[in-house]
């Protein structure tokens, strides 16, 4: 089992919707989780974290984080065809805090 | 957001020579800072972890000989590919955590390498 897993999508929405990403994580003491966004050809973005059990927002974005079925989404409202991008899910194991695992990334489409 | 840096940010080099890839933090002070390499179509791959001062610690199957690392200040790590061959070629992204912070992560650019 991967220690970070994420539909690699791709994942189409038109403009307007909400797009859902969804992520799994094996270890179930990890307490660290992240959103990243990354353009082709780009390095990754920070979007968003969350350490805590329940809903983070922070505009468009709302991080949800349910740590006993150990699952972290992000949810993008009002999609934009500029979000179009990459979207990676990151864990910090409670195993080793020094080194975040990635997901290998959901691709996500939006169509005017 | 923190600000890190990288230089160059596209290298081609010839098989068998040797590229140093920078990495800064701008605006904050890194106590560690990662290598990542990333293939087309593919995810991130860890290569090595690096501390200030101390030697980096590199990921299973990652030459440590070919790839080095160093850590020389809190602002500054750079990565040397040695004697480069074509199946190096990739986009190598560092990554950096602010000293003040908890465990966010800010990445670099990336350097797209070629080898040609």
């Known amino acids: 089992q991967k220690e970070v897993e994420q539909n690699s999508g791709p994942l189409s929405v038109p403009e307007g919707a909400i797009a859902s990403l969804n992520c799994t994580y094996s270890?179930?003491?990890?307490?660290?989780f992240f959103w990243y966004r990354q353009y082709s050809g780009k390095s990754p973005e920070l979007i968003m974290f969350i350490y805590s059990n329940g809903d983070k927002e922070d505009g468009r974005f709302t991080a949800q984080l349910n740590k006993a079925s150990q699952y972290v989404s992000l949810l993008i409202r009002d999609s934009q065809p500029s979000d179009s991008a990459t979207y990676l899910c990151a864990v910090f194991p409670q195993y080793n805090n020094n080194d975040m695992r990635f997901g290998a990334g959901t691709r996500l489409t939006v169509k005017p | 957001g923190a600000v890190v840096s990288q230089h160059p940010s596209r290298v081609i080099c010839k098989s068998g020579t040797s590229v140093k890839i920078e990495c800064r933090s701008l605006?904050?002070?890194?106590?560690?800072m990662f290598w990542y390499r990333q293939f087309p179509k593919q995810s991130l791959m860890l290569m090595a972890t690096?501390?200030?001062?101390?030697?980096?610690?590199?990921e299973q199957g990652v030459e440590k000989d070919k790839f080095l690392i160093n850590h020389a200040s809190l602002t500054l790590s750079t990565l040397t590919v040695t004697s480069a061959h074509p199946e190096d070629s990739s986009f190598y992204i560092c990554?950096?955590?602010?000293?003040?912070?908890?465990?966010?992560?800010?990445f670099g650019p990336g350097t797209r390498l070629t080898v040609t």
């Open positions: 690096s501390n200030e001062g101390s030697k980096a610690t590199y």
């Open positions: 605006d904050f002070q890194a106590t560690t």
């Open positions: 990554s950096a955590r602010e000293l003040a912070g908890v465990y966010e992560q800010y």
């Open positions: 270890d179930r003491g990890s307490q660290s």
